[in-house]
């Protein structure tokens, strides 16, 4: 695949050391990372040595000065080697924003260093156990005491989960108000009251440490909360989820391409009745298909990433890109999965690993059903 059409020389020389540290670092571990359910806790401190966590955050609070497209960059690396494991998109590109966006200044002077050097692992608990894209719903209560909140609730699917230090919690400071009873609290995993429940068995991202999370009088001061007043949290969420579902459909569109040059790969060095499967006219037919998915996603993705760059993507187009990447990306995982043959429902494969870590994005960041709902209300 051509260089994307936002990739200037630095970023060229940023993906390579991004290539290279994911090729030493995480490929030759993403079997053990997947038998341990978490990456190494070292990962995570090589990263921030190397200046690989929080490029887009400013200088001044630790970060690379960068923009989005520096994490753009190590997201497709990460995907070029098939891992799922290290949760370093929402680190980077999600909680690290959360706090540069609504964060005080003692906050981000505080949080920001750390998590751009690792020290810190960040985490976002948004979903419970009864309650998914209706965020407006959550039952967690932030209940003033004093000076302090007293958090009461359970967090289910919380990315990161199983090393997060600091986790933005989503809480109702008002039960008696719909969305504008939410707000965003700090919660630091060292309180008292706070608890980690299972890593959770999943389909796909086995490596990854998605995780329960339990608050029960959890204690936390009121100077943890993110933004100026309580009742923003619904605004500051609808805000950052933009970027989160660009993130998923860079995710998506390099995953597509790894499965393309994977499969090329494996049907032109693969024989079936005394020919290499990829001269089959079948085969050839599919691959084709597949290389013009993807590349039609590539130009759709550069576009939004193009627009993005300069603030103008507006919500009903990453909702487009994140439901159509997404949707094409398991697709062509499925479509490349059964040129291997029995091979592709093999683990050792990477395209087994790829077809059931595909499947998750169709859901988090906001089902594709809610993408589409989006979508309708600007039509």
Same mark, same amino acid.
């Given at each position: 695949? *051509? $260089?994307?059409?936002?990739?200037?020389?630095?970023?060229?020389?940023?993906?390579?050391?991004?290539?290279?540290?994911?090729?030493?670092?995480?490929?030759?571990?993403?079997? /053990?990372?997947?038998? @341990?359910?978490?990456?190494? /806790?070292?990962?995570?401190?090589?990263? *921030?040595?190397?200046?690989?966590?929080?490029?887009?955050?400013?200088?001044?609070?630790?970060?690379?000065?960068?923009?989005?497209?520096?994490?753009?960059?190590?997201?497709?690396?990460?995907?070029?080697?098939?891992? =799922? =494991?290290?949760?370093?998109?929402?680190?980077?590109?999600?909680?690290?924003?959360?706090?540069?966006?609504?964060?005080?200044?003692? @906050?981000?002077?505080?949080?920001?260093?750390?998590?751009? %050097?690792?020290?810190?692992?960040?985490?976002?608990?948004?979903?419970?156990?009864?309650?998914?894209?209706?965020? @407006?719903?959550?039952?967690?209560?932030?209940?003033?005491?004093?000076?302090?909140?007293?958090?009461?609730?359970? !967090?289910?699917?919380?990315?990161?989960?199983?090393?997060?230090?600091? #986790?933005?919690?989503?809480?109702?400071?008002? =039960?008696?108000?719909?969305?504008?009873?939410?707000?965003?609290?700090?919660?630091?995993?060292? /309180?008292?009251?706070? %608890?980690?429940?299972?890593?959770?068995?999943? #389909?796909?991202? !086995?490596?990854?440490?998605?995780?329960?999370?339990?608050?029960s009088g959890v204690r936390v001061p009121q100077s943890n909360l993110l933004g100026d007043q309580e009742g923003?949290?619904?605004?500051?969420?609808?805000?950052?989820?933009? @970027?989160?579902?660009?993130?998923?459909?860079?995710?998506?569109?390099?995953?597509?391409?790894?499965?393309?040059? !994977?499969?090329?790969?494996?049907? $032109?060095?693969?024989?079936?009745?005394?020919?290499?499967?990829?001269?089959?006219?079948?085969?050839?037919f599919k691959l084709a298909e597949v290389a013009t998915e993807a590349h039609v996603a590539r130009v759709f993705?550069?576009?939004?990433?193009d627009k993005h760059l300069r603030g103008e993507l507006d919500i009903p187009t990453v909702a487009m890109a994140?439901?159509?990447?997404?949707?094409?990306?398991?697709?062509?995982?499925?479509?490349?999965?059964?040129?291997?043959?029995?091979?592709?429902?093999?683990?050792?494969?990477?395209?087994?690993?790829?077809?059931?870590?595909?499947?998750?994005?169709?859901?988090?960041? *906001?089902?594709?059903?809610?993408?589409?709902?989006?979508? =309708?209300? %600007?039509?």
């Open positions: 695949m *051509g $260089k994307p059409s936002w990739e200037t020389e630095e970023l060229t020389a940023l993906r390579e050391m991004a290539r290279a540290f994911c090729e030493k670092e995480i490929a030759p571990n993403t079997e /053990r990372y997947i038998e @341990q359910h978490h990456v190494d /806790r070292e990962l995570w401190t090589k990263a *921030g040595e190397l200046g690989l966590l929080c490029m887009s955050i400013p200088e001044e609070y630790g970060g690379g000065g960068g923009t989005f497209a520096h994490e753009a960059v190590l997201i497709e690396e990460q995907a070029r080697v098939v891992d =799922s =494991s290290w949760g370093q998109s929402l680190h980077n590109g999600i909680v690290a924003h959360y706090l540069l966006a609504y964060g005080s200044e003692e @906050q981000k002077r505080h949080w920001l260093p750390k998590l751009a %050097s690792g020290e810190v692992v960040g985490a976002i608990a948004m979903t419970e156990p009864g309650t998914g894209s209706d965020l @407006q719903n959550v039952k967690t209560k932030a209940v003033k005491d004093g000076d302090d909140y007293v958090i009461d609730g359970n !967090k289910t699917f919380i990315t990161n989960g199983g090393q997060a230090d600091l #986790v933005i919690t989503v809480v109702k400071t008002d =039960s008696t108000e719909g969305a504008k009873g939410i707000s965003l609290v700090l919660v630091e995993t060292d /309180r008292e009251g706070f %608890s980690r429940g299972r890593i959770l068995d999943k #389909v796909g991202m !086995k490596g990854q440490d998605t995780a329960e999370l339990n608050f923003l949290g619904f605004i500051q969420l609808m805000s950052q989820l933009p @970027q989160e579902r660009l993130i998923i459909a860079v995710a998506a569109v390099a995953g597509m391409e790894v499965a393309l040059e !994977k499969t090329v790969e494996y049907t $032109k060095d693969r024989t079936a009745f005394g020919k290499p499967v990829f001269a089959f006219q079948n085969t050839k993705l550069d576009d939004c990433m994140k439901w159509w990447t997404t949707d094409r990306a398991m697709e062509v995982a499925d479509t490349c999965l059964q040129l291997f043959g029995g091979y592709g429902y093999m683990n050792e494969y990477p395209i087994a690993r790829m077809w059931a870590d595909n499947r998750v994005q169709l859901i988090y960041g *906001g089902t594709n059903e809610i993408m589409k709902e989006i979508i =309708s209300r %600007s039509l």
